[in-house]
């Protein structure tokens, strides 16, 4: 058994500026798009100021912040 089976590896972060008007989604699995992993994601909840977001198709679940949200991608 690998390390990458036990804990999967965060998604690459990407260099990009946040939106200057970042999206604030309002209800749980509305489909959203997180600008540093890249990916689109149903969003989840939030939680100490954080959105945590879920691959559409299923998947680990991970956390950014909520500036890095925006409902199209850039």
């Known amino acids: 058994m690998s390390a990458a089976t036990i804990a999967p590896a965060a998604p690459p972060v990407r260099r990009v500026a946040p939106p200057s008007k970042p999206y604030r989604p309002s209800s749980i699995g509305e489909r959203v798009f ?34 890095w949200i925006t409902n199209s991608e850039l």
Do not use: I, Y
Request: aromatic letters at 14%; proline letters at 3%; a positive charge.
């Open 34 to 67: 997180d600008l540093r992993s890249g990916r689109w994601a149903a969003f989840m909840g939030w939680q100490h100021g954080r959105a945590f977001l879920r691959p559409m198709g299923g998947g680990v679940e991970w956390d950014t912040e909520a500036r």
